[in-house]
């Protein structure tokens, strides 16, 4: 590997079992199916667009749907991740590096933020929920309730539970609130594909709001921080980050349609039904494992890393954009050419998804000045919809926080969205038909 400037970019051609990973299962059934074992070209590359400093002709580059308009609610919030707002118009951001949550107000009513207050303290914390006046924050191992005071600020955290699982290499845990009033607990995967030691890890798990009744709701799900319910119907949607190193072009990242009970195939199953290579199934062929797990209802461009969704439930966008789900992709670090960078649309009608289309793209550039040739004007995290119909989008690398309006005919006119890179005849991203 070769390492040039601030450019780390290399191609990988690597033997099949230098990417086994330690815990590994394996099976006869699944070394007879695994004709992958006879050796697996996988090319790859490491390569992180340099961080593009904000401007006025960048945010210009920004690409959106016809009449809508982006602005910065605030600057300087150093490390902005997950986000939610309060009845009152109130945004809550957590920031994990500093394990705080910090409260932005804007009180003139002109779009920004002009009042901030850190109001809870816990390290790494990263998961929030709000309904109502009740708070719900989530650090690795720990949940908490505590409640919003008349000042916006929050009361004493009580703790919920204090066992959840190592986080290991993905510990960005979130919780998300259902319309049958429990718990929805995203539990990442400690590594990139291996067999895991804790039940409770790559899953989604359920629980009462007092921690009572807690059970896997869902597994096999590698890192499903981006996850909510559809309004209409009540049922579970959420993208899940695809195994690394497997190639530029593998795996996708995955949408998918999340009921009790089901598993989702990783680490052994991967897209539609395909065998992993660097990992075989304990006690079962892949075929089996396969036909046991539930194959995603949508692929986006791999190695994107969704994060927060939302489900758009305000009236200020136009009709066809109620019920949809909006999900921020932060970007890659190991394609080429990088993927990601960019805020989705899936498009739901009665209930259903029917496409998945660009929303919000033009973050990733390419940059003469940058020794990779590409650079980003952030890499988004949080998205959350405002009580005015407004969506908020941060970038926990530029610390921006931005603000999404639709503005009709005074929109100021925008690049057409078009996915990030995303153009590969082989990548056949979207919807998959039943």
């Not at 009152?88 to 500093?98: A, C, E, F, I």
């Not at 067999?195 to 009744?213: K, R, W, Y």
């Not at 991967?270 to 062929?285: E, H, I, K, L, V």
Request: aromatic fraction near 8%; proline fraction near 6%.
């Amino acid at each position: 590997m070769r390492l040039t400037a601030l450019l780390l970019a290399s191609t990988l051609t690597l033997p099949q079992m230098a990417l086994a990973q330690a815990g590994a299962g394996s099976s006869e059934p699944a070394a007879e199916e695994d004709r992958g074992r006879q050796g697996v070209e996988i090319t790859g590359h490491v390569l992180k667009p340099v961080p593009l400093d904000w401007s006025e002709e960048r945010m210009a580059r920004l690409a959106l749907p016809e009449g809508f308009a982006i602005s910065v609610f605030a600057r300087d919030v150093e490390n902005p991740r997950m986000m939610r707002v309060a009845e009152d118009g109130t945004v809550y951001v957590t920031r994990r590096q500093l394990g705080d949550v910090m409260m932005l107000r804007d009180t003139d009513g002109d779009g920004m933020a002009d009042e901030t207050e850190v109001v809870a303290q816990k390290e790494q914390l990263h998961g929030i929920e709000i309904d109502g006046d009740d708070v719900w924050l989530m650090t690795v191992n720990d949940l908490f309730h505590t409640t919003l005071q008349e000042d916006g600020t929050f009361g004493t955290l009580e703790s919920i539970i204090d066992d959840f699982p190592e986080g290991g290499q993905h510990p960005n845990r979130m919780v998300v609130k259902g319309p049958d009033d429990k718990l929805y607990v995203s539990v990442g995967s400690t590594c990139n594909a291996c067999g895991e030691t804790n039940v409770e890890n790559a899953t989604i798990v359920s629980m009462n709001p007092d921690g009572t009744a807690r059970a896997i709701h869902a597994s096999g799900l590698r890192n499903t921080i981006g996850y909510g319910f559809e309004p209409e119907t009540g049922q579970l949607y959420g993208f899940d980050h695809g195994i690394d190193w497997l190639g530029d072009n593998e795996q996708h990242e995955e949408f998918n349609r999340i009921t009790e009970g089901d598993r989702y195939g990783w680490p052994y199953i991967y897209a539609m039904s395909r065998f992993n290579p660097q990992d075989t199934p304990p006690n079962s062929s892949f075929s089996d494992y396969a036909a046991a797990s539930e194959e995603p209802i949508g692929l986006h461009t791999p190695h994107a890393a969704p994060m927060q969704m939302a489900f758009y439930t305000g009236d200020a966008f136009p009709e066809e954009y109620h019920g949809d789900a909006f999900v921020a992709f932060r970007g890659s670090w190991n394609r080429q050419p990088p993927s990601g960078y960019e805020v989705m649309r899936v498009d739901f009608e009665d209930g259903e998804p029917v496409a998945m289309e660009p929303f919000l793209t033009g973050f990733l550039m390419e940059d003469e000045a940058s020794p990779t040739g590409w650079g980003n004007m952030g890499r988004l995290c949080g998205l959350a919809q405002g009580p005015d119909g407004s969506l908020y989008l941060s970038d926990d690398t530029g610390g921006v926080i931005y603000r999404i309006t639709y503005e009709g005919e005074d929109a100021t006119a925008r690049p057409t969205p078009e996915f990030t890179n995303a153009d590969t005849d082989e990548l056949n991203i979207g919807l998959v038909e039943g």
